[in-house]
Every structure is written in C-alpha cells, then in structure tokens.
C-alpha cells in the first residue's frame, strides 16, 4: 500500500489530477475510440477550444510543455532563423535545448530581465542591433505567461509586444504553462489575452492545470500549422490513444474547473504571502501575480525549513520557490506560514544569545 506525504508546495508538478480530468479519463476509457486523434473526444475538445477563444483555431494535443513551446516555435522558424526571449524563459532555462533540437538550430537570443519579463523595448534592440547575413534573423518572440518568477503580463504589455512584433516582421509566442493563473489573476477573456492582442501561437498547460498529462497547441492563423502534425508525429507526441489527451480538456472547459483551479492555486500564493508581510527576516522577491511565491530569507531560516521537512527549489534569483496547485490545501499553506514564523523566531533568538567565553 501507498503512504502519502505531506502535501509539498516545491512544484505545482506534485499535484495529482483533479476530478473532472480523472473522470473524463475514466469516461473515455469505456470502449474502443479510432486511434491518432480520428475519435470524437479530441474533435470535441478542439471544438472547446474554438469556443473558449471564440476563433476558428487550429488545436493540437501532446504530452508536455517541453515539446508543446518546442514544436510550436520550429513550426515557426527555419534553422537560419532566431528566437526572441527572455533571459530566464523557460525555453532557455528549463528545456535542454529542445527548441533548438527541433528547430534544427535556431537560436535562441536573449534579453536581460531581471524580472522574467520582456519589454518592446529589449526586443527591438536584439532585433534590430545586425541585419547581416552573418547572424541569425529573427523570426519570433516568446514571451511566458505567467513569467518564470510568477509576474503576469497585462493585456497591454502584450497588446504592445504584439504590435512590435508586427512592425519588425516578427512572429509572438505565448508559452502559457499556467496559462489559466494569468488568466484568473487578470479576470480577461482568453481570447482578450491572446489573438485580440496579437499572439498567433499559444501553448496552454493543462499539466499544471489539473491534468495528469497533457498539453494544447493552439495556431489561431490556421496557416501556421501546416505540417504541425508531421513535427508532432516526427517527435514522438502523437499519441497513438489520443482520447486519454483529450477528454479531460473537455471536462475542464465545459466545468470551468480549468478557471477555478487556477482561482484556486492563486489564492493561496496570496495566502501565504499575507502571513509573511510581518516578517522582517523574510523579503518577497517579486510580486505575487500568480501561483507562485518567490521568498528570500537567511541560511538558517531556509535550513530550517528543510530540516522541519519542506521541500523547495532556489534557482531562481536564489530565493525559495513556493507554487500552489489545484489541490493545495489551506492547512497545509498555513502550516508552512507558521514553520517560517518559527525559523525565523529560532533564528533571532540564535542571533543575540552570547556567544560562551572559556577561561
């Protein structure tokens, strides 16, 4: 038998899958379905989508986020071609190289932000600073919505990226992970965040979403995806039983769970962030836009923590990382709250004992 852990905030990757998505799975599995995404589940939820957006969208459906933003930016490039970014994106940081791999060796170039966020500003810099045939021509911009340090872009950043990206010639982008959090954090439409504004490529999480697995890629130029289901099949993200990636987007579109567990997992950010803002030991790195919560605290307040039995990761801006998913329980985010009171209280305490003297 399996015993279960204390529920842990290092990743909104711990979270199993939520009921809605555990039962359309379960729905699906009743019987047999035509293979390769020909089965009515995957027209249903490409359907969903069209509605959500309120476009007449192209959908595509893989396993995860790596080969959603890789594919999606190779559909989008030639090798020559280069990739706007920014310094911390995840397709710099956390993907292995896999969109150049795909894009046969298309660069990535990139922006300094000590935020996560990119600006027109550094955008038209890199894209404009050589126009040479010695270096790689841009192409496209990517930009993550919700930044890598958990900040959101509003509706009039990206409107603004967009149409710089228009002006240069150039392609937008969205890797939309946690997608649904920017979309709870600003209370938009998810057609107002994206081709209203300008985004003609958008890769929409549903791993972090309340999904076991899954991914969509979602081209609102239809044009654009042409071939994409070669690269997808050419990468190993065509699903030979396709209806198990696609039945739970239909539960959580058609129930509004994929809004209420973002709503969900936003909240308790916030959470904890309100029961830390009396602790002079303890400083927010960024704003608390999402579901995250980035913190930095003395050594001993962290070692603390890892010794009272949290789990954390510090590589960004080497601070501590909280993400809250779906399921996280309120309990539990108070409990953490408390644990960092207590580190912090050993720690001053530790900080003005007298040091022994020996004679």
């Given at each position: ?9 290092a ?7 939520c009921s809605?998505?555990?039962?359309a799975?379960?729905?699906a ?7 390769y995404?020909?089965?009515g589940w995957?027209?249903q939820?490409a ?6 957006f ?18 999606a930016?190779a ?15 995840h397709?710099?940081?956390d ?9 046969n060796?298309s660069k ?6 000590p ?12 894209a404009?600073t ?5 270096f790689?021509?841009?192409?496209v ?14 509706v ?19 890797d939309?992970?946690r ?5 709870a954090?600003?209370?938009?439409t ?7 504004a300008g985004v003609?490529?958008l ?7 309340g ?7 979602i ?6 995806a042409?071939?994409?289901g ?20 239909v ?7 994929w ?5 969900h ?5 916030q ?6 803002a ?5 400083r927010?790195l960024?704003p ?15 070692d ?7 789990r954390f ?8 990382r909280f ?5 996280a ?16 209280r050993?720690?001053?305490?530790e900080?003005?004992e007298?040091?022994p003297?020996?004679?």
């Open positions: 038998m399996t015993s279960y852990q204390p529920q842990q905030f990743s909104d990757n711990y979270a199993g899958a809605e998505a555990w039962d799975m379960l729905a599995n009743g019987g047999s379905a035509t293979a995404g020909d089965d995957t027209q939820a359907d969903c989508f069209r509605t959500l309120d476009k007449d969208c192209e959908v595509f459906f893989v396993f995860n986020g790596t080969a959603a933003n890789s594919l930016l559909s989008l490039c030639q090798s020559y071609h280069s990739v706007i970014c920014s310094s911390s994106a397709v710099e940081t993907e292995c190289g896999a969109p150049e791999f795909f894009s060796g990535l170039l990139l922006a300094p932000s935020d996560g966020k990119l600006t027109p500003q550094a955008i038209r810099e890199l404009t050589r126009s040479d045939i010695h790689p021509k841009p192409r911009v990517t930009i993550t919505q919700p930044t890598e340090t958990g900040q959101v872009y509003s009039e950043e990206v409107t603004a990226i967009a149409a710089l990206c228009r002006e240069l010639g150039l392609r937008l982008h969205m939309g992970a997608f649904a959090h920017a979309c954090t600003l209370g938009c998810p057609a107002e965040m994206t081709w209203q003609d490529v890769c929409f999480g549903g791993t972090k979403n999904m076991a697995v899954g991914e969509a890629v081209f609102f130029d239809r044009a654009l042409e071939d994409f070669y690269r997808c099949k050419q990468a190993g993200q065509l699903a030979s039983k396709m209806r198990f990636l696609s039945a739970p987007w539960a959580l579109l058609e129930s509004g769970a809004l209420r567990n973002a709503q997992g936003n909240a308790c950010a959470r904890l962030a309100a029961r830390l009396n602790l002079p030991e303890v927010l960024f608390v836009q999402a579901n995250g919560v980035f913190l930095t605290a003395p050594p001993a307040v962290l603390e923590l890892r010794r009272r039995g949290w990761y510090t590589f960004i801006g080497g601070g501590a993400m809250f998913a779906w399921d329980q309120v309990e539990r985010v108070d409990e953490l709250a408390a644990d960092l009171h207590e580190a912090c050993l720690c001053r305490r900080s003005v007298p040091v003297t020996w004679s």
